[in-house]
């Protein structure tokens, strides 16, 4: 399995980071060995530093297509990701580190990509109870149909990847003790795939 992770897809998290907002698809790459069933958030490897990121994830068939969504959690080495980033050097250590990807229950999808968008689908993130990342998952300002399509135009997709689809602005820094939420609900509010960690 390979995990796709999109970029900037939403301008108002470039815009808090201080970044160019992204007109095109841009992607990195996750391990699988960066993705963790546990439900705790080893925090002591990165003092003071360690973002969370709440996105949409995406699971791809044999034919590429969206079979499953859920919920998703990128976590970001800051420190490491701001060191990398003024000699244009790899993320690897700022995004593949271990427990650096979570992913909730997976929820089947049975139309196509673009309906996603127009679905009502809404993310959510809460440290402590206290609500840090909210957006519609329609905010997006890359759609998620560009996504997918630039992927099958020449990534190697397989059967059983995922693609993370970019986080929605209010990312910030997890600490020890914190309890961390994250939520995918429906147009209805109903919720279809969540998270709950501990920060440790």
Known sequence: MTMWCAIRTYAAHADELGNPRQTRPIFFTKP???LSMEDTIDVSGHPGDLHHEVELVLRLDEAGEVS???VGLDLTDR???????????PWARSKAFRG????????PWSKDVAALSRSGLHLELRIDGDVRQSSPVGAMSIPLVDLLTDLQTWAPLADGDVVFTGTPPGVGCLQSGQAVQAVLRDADQAVLSRLELRCV
């Not at 650096?100 to 929820?107: D, K, Q, T």
Request: with cysteine; charged share 20%; glycine share 12%.
């Open 79 to 89: 420190a490491a990701q701001l060191e990398a980033r003024p000699e244009g050097l």
């Open 68 to 70: 499953h969504i859920a």
């Open 32 to 34: 699988d060995g960066c």
């Open 100 to 107: 650096a990807a979570r992913i909730g229950p997976l929820v």
